[in-house]
């Protein structure tokens, strides 16, 4: 059974910078052909995708959000962390992790995190 | 970057209804679109990707057609667990990039 859960602050400051993990379970990001995604959704909005970790170490990032994400993996801790510097009220939203090979499948619960000073 | 409209943006059916939704990609994607259920306060499900595949477990009343530019995505009947808001979803060029989203309601 492959599981996703994302962990990290609830409540960040304006200018901070968010640091967000993705524990899971049920597969390895070592295989190849697989990715890990970040995806966000403000209240009552869209979805939104951010940035892609593939196997080999190859990184993807939305154009409009690239200047301040950065993502890595830990494979040994089967994690994924996203980083993203600058924060601002506009970034309040929860913030999913999923398995990504062209699609999101599955994904994590979700962690709704605030920006507000 | 590929947009994606969806439409309608909210419709509300009976039980029973055939319900229909659209999604049209600003350039040919060929098959390369997903969609996705998401009901409130829970993470998006995935139910049929590259256009016409139902994912695995995902009642057979969920269907999707087409390609290119146009796609539909369809509830054969209608059932009051279907509330839920779905999107679709491009992944044949970078960035990736979701529809707008449907909410679906009870009438």
């Known amino acids: 059974q492959i599981t996703l859960k994302e962990s990290g602050p609830t409540l960040v400051k304006p200018t901070q910078t968010l640091t967000l993990t993705c524990t899971f379970s049920?597969?390895?990001?070592?295989?190849?052909?697989?990715?890990v995604g970040w995806i966000r959704q403000p209240p009552g909005k869209a979805l939104e995708w951010l940035a892609l970790?593939?196997?080999?170490?190859?990184?993807r990032y939305s154009p409009s959000l690239k200047s301040r994400l950065t993502i890595t993996k830990d494979t040994s801790k089967n994690q994924v962390v996203l980083t993203m510097t600058n924060m601002d009220p506009v970034d309040t939203a929860t913030y999913y992790c999923?398995?990504?090979?062209?699609?999101?499948?599955?994904w994590g619960q979700g962690t709704l995190v605030t920006v507000s000073s | 970057d590929i947009q994606m409209t969806q439409s309608p943006s909210s419709l509300s059916a009976s039980v029973g209804d055939r319900v229909t939704i659209t999604c049209q990609a600003s350039?040919?994607?060929?098959?390369?679109l997903n969609w996705y259920q998401q009901k409130p306060g829970k993470a998006p499900k995935l139910l049929i990707y590259?256009?016409?595949n139902l994912e695995t477990g995902v009642p057979s009343r969920f269907s999707g057609s087409g390609s290119g530019t146009d796609f539909t995505f369809t509830i054969s009947s209608l059932q009051p667990e279907d509330i839920a808001t779905y999107y679709c979803?491009?992944?044949?060029?970078?960035?990736?990039?979701f529809g707008p989203g449907t909410k679906v309601d009870i009438k």
């Open positions: 049920g597969f390895s990001l070592s295989t190849s052909g697989v990715g």
């Open positions: 970790i593939y196997w080999d170490d190859d990184k």
């Open positions: 590259d256009a016409s």
């Open positions: 350039q040919d994607i060929s098959n390369y």
């Open positions: 979803q491009q992944y044949d060029n970078l960035p990736l990039a």
């Open positions: 999923a398995l990504s090979n062209g699609r999101f499948d599955p």
